[in-house]
Every structure is written in C-alpha cells, then in structure tokens.
T-cell receptor, first 112, second 115 residues
Framework: AQSVTQLDSQVPVFEEAPVELRCNYS??????LFWYVQYPNQGLQLLLK??????LVKGINGFEAEFNKSQTSFHLRKPSVHISDTAEYFC??????????FGKGTKLTVNP | DGGITQSPKYLFRKEGQNVTLSCEQN?????MYWYRQDPGQGLRLIYY???????QKGDIAEGYSVSREKKESFPLTVTSAQKNPTAFYLC??????????????FGPGTRLTVL
C-alpha cells in the first residue's frame, strides 16, 4: 500500500532564508505527486504537482519540488521565504489515479 | 465564481446525534471526496464518489454515510456510531480525467465539535 512520510513535523526558519520540506513515499508503481498548503482554518490549496515529464516542478508563490524516483522523494524548496509562507504543508501521492494519500503535514513557521 | 462551498463553517452536536455536513460544487466535476483532518494526522479519506449514484469507502468510513444524488452535491452524515467525531472535515472535487487532469480542489472545511 502506498504511504507518505513527511520527515519534519515542524520547521522554523527566519525570513529570507531558504527552506526545504522533505517528503518520501512508498510505492512500487508510477505515481502522481502533489504538494498542498493550508492556512489556519482553511481548505487546502495546490502548490504544485508532478504527473510526468521533467522532474523539477515549479509551482505558485516561488516554490519548486524535485521528483527523485530512485530515492522515492519529492522535496519542496523555496530559496527565500516570507512571513506569509507560514502555514502547514502537505505532501500527497496517488498510485491509482483516483484518490490521494496524504502525509501528516509539516508546519512551517517563518520568523522575522 | 466557481468553487466548492461547505456549510456550516462551525457545527456543534450533542453526543448520540446524527449530523449532516453539506458540500456543493459548481465546477462541473465528476469526482468528489470527503476527508477528515485531526491535528498531526494529516488528511484521511472517508468516502469518495467518481460519478452520480455511486460512491466508495475510503480508509475510515465506519460511522459515516454519504449520498450522491446530484453531480454538484455530496453530503456527509456523521452518525452516532462514529466514536470520536470531533474534527475538521474537508470536501474536495476533481474534474474530467480525475487526478490525471491535475488536481483536487478543496472547500473551506467544516469544524465539527461534539459536546
């Protein structure tokens, strides 16, 4: 069965610093991969997705992620974060192309 | 504006009562989903529906029921059999081609508290 592991439950960083949020998945077949962001008491918003093709995926708000099939990873990166990036970030995988399996989330806190 | 609406935003229920959460979308999406979110647990799939009049259980369907009589509506009933219903509930939908077409779109959520 597919599963997703987000390696850090909380990540504190200073404003304008780079950040990497780590995501590993387990699957024996081809998958779709997603990163979502959730602001407090709101729904989820898609940041970026990998369906096929280039392994470097660019998303909204300056975020990007790299799909690494050999390491079964899909880490999210941003070169310079802002206070407004403070939120919870979820990695998700789909193996059957019908439903998503989510990780437990990483809370990113950007400090001034 | 196209999107997904969930109502109410906050819901309080007495123990032992059934309660129904509303989810409506005007995106003309075929597939709809219900998730439960608990702190530190991520999102867990309760039920999903790929087409009208058809739905499948997700990972934590016990104590919940759904219906899909219309394309735009996918209400979730939390029954008294659900032992720990206090949570944040999120509804989502995806368009033609399911996830292969891109993504799931999420509603703003309903926070259910059992008193």
């Amino acid at each position: 069965a597919q599963s997703v592991t987000q390696l850090d439950s909380q990540v504190p960083v200073f404003e304008e610093a780079p950040v990497e949020l780590r995501c590993n998945y387990s699957s024996s077949v081809s998958v779709y991969l997603f990163w979502y962001v959730q602001y407090p008491n709101q729904g989820l918003q898609l940041l970026l997705k990998y369906l096929s093709g280039s392994t470097l995926v660019k998303g909204i708000n300056g975020f990007e992620a790299e799909f690494n099939k050999s390491q079964t990873s899909f880490h999210l990166r941003k070169p310079s974060v802002h206070i407004s990036d403070t939120a919870e970030y979820f990695c998700a995988v789909s193996e059957d192309y019908e439903k998503l399996v989510f990780g437990k989330g990483t809370k990113l806190t950007v400090n001034p | 504006d196209g999107g997904i609406t969930q109502s109410p935003k906050y819901l309080f229920r007495k123990e032992g009562q059934n309660v129904t959460l509303s989810c409506e979308q005007n995106l003309n999406h075929d597939a709809m989903y219900w998730y439960r979110q608990d702190p530190g647990q991520g999102l867990r799939l309760i039920y999903y529906s790929q087409i009208v009049n058809d739905f499948q259980k997700g990972d934590i369907a016990e104590g919940y029921s759904v219906s899909r009589e219309k394309k735009e509506s996918f209400p979730l009933t939390v029954t008294s059999a659900q032992k720990n219903p206090t949570a944040f509930y999120l509804c989502a939908s995806s368009g033609e081609g399911g996830l292969a077409s891109g993504t799931q779109y999420f509603g703003p959520g309903t926070r259910l508290t059992v008193l």
